[in-house]
């Protein structure tokens, strides 16, 4: 006898599983036998409680499954900025970079420029205008 029940089918049996798929136990009136019928399209509910066959005591038990904690919940807070939706998260848009301030006449008071030399000659409080 399998271990996990997987849910009920439509005609109300228990739905079991192994290694070909999951099944159910349907009886034969022609060889007066039961047999296993395979489901193909069949997919179980996901629950938090499932029903698990108890070996010592033979009896069926309700188990809440714990949860999970993935790695993948970390993952999907980093942002891809690739796709459309990520694009348009502020972590996403491109800052604007701020263009550098000419420095005023009055701090370059105590650095003062010779004009004389090509370096000093090409910096705006130099270039006549």
């Known amino acids: 006898m399998p271990s996990r029940n997987y849910g009920t089918y439509k005609d109300g049996s228990s739905v079991f599983k192994d290694k070909n798929g999951y099944y159910i136990y349907k009886w034969s009136t022609v060889k007066e036998a039961e047999y296993k019928k395979y ?29 999970k904690k993935s790695a993948s919940k970390n993952k999907s807070t980093k942002l891809d900025c690739r796709t459309k939706r990520d694009k348009n998260k ?35 409080s130099c270039k006549k205008k």
């Open 39 to 67: 489901l193909k399209n069949w997919k179980p509910v996901k629950s938090d409680a499932k029903l698990i066959l108890d070996k010592k005591t033979k009896k069926w038990k309700i188990v809440k499954s714990k949860k």
């Open 90 to 124: 502020a972590s996403c848009k491109k800052k604007k970079k701020s263009t550098p301030k000419k420095k005023s006449a009055s701090k370059n008071k105590s650095k003062k420029l010779d004009c004389r030399t090509k370096r000093d000659r090409n910096k705006a």
